[in-house]
């Protein structure tokens, strides 16, 4: 069959939990699978949100799921954009939250995560989960 549960597999990257300091994201093995799109939700933030109290959300990727470095090429995403330091979504000001926001990735290495990266103190911390959502399946039989 042809429609999307059947064309895609989903990862769970960040299980839904306060978070107030950096975390690695869960890596997605992109084995047998042309791209990934990664989904952040956050919910109300629960410290007054700033440039100097914030979250980074850093597209990392990996050849060996050992050493990752931050995703910079724009050729290697879509449906967003990141910077020279591979951060795609930064959280600085009350009122970004809640939200859903996303990016693809279409470059080639095997493994790909979504790290948080935390600025200032969280006292209180601010909800959010990510998910990977494989696609573009090899073989159609991966999904």
Excluded: W
Aim: glycine share 10%; hydrophobic share 30%.
């Amino acid at each position: 069959m042809r429609d999307i549960s059947n064309r895609t597999k989903a990862v769970t990257c960040q299980d839904a939990k306060v978070f107030t300091a950096d975390t690695d994201g869960t890596t997605v093995d992109r084995l047998g699978f042309e791209s990934v799109m990664f989904v952040v939700n956050t919910g109300i933030e629960g410290d007054t949100l700033s440039g100097s109290v914030k979250f980074d959300f850093i597209l990392q990727e990996s050849d060996d799921d050992s050493t990752f470095s931050a995703v910079t090429s724009s050729t290697s995403v879509t449906e967003g954009s990141v910077d020279s330091n591979g951060i795609f979504l930064t959280l600085d000001a009350n009122g970004e939250t809640p939200q859903t926001s996303q990016i693809g990735y279409i470059g080639g290495k095997r493994y790909v995560r979504v790290k948080i990266d935390a600025t200032g103190t969280h006292s209180n911390g601010t909800p959010m989960s990510i998910q990977g959502i494989l696609g573009n399946p090899i073989d159609s039989t991966d999904a």
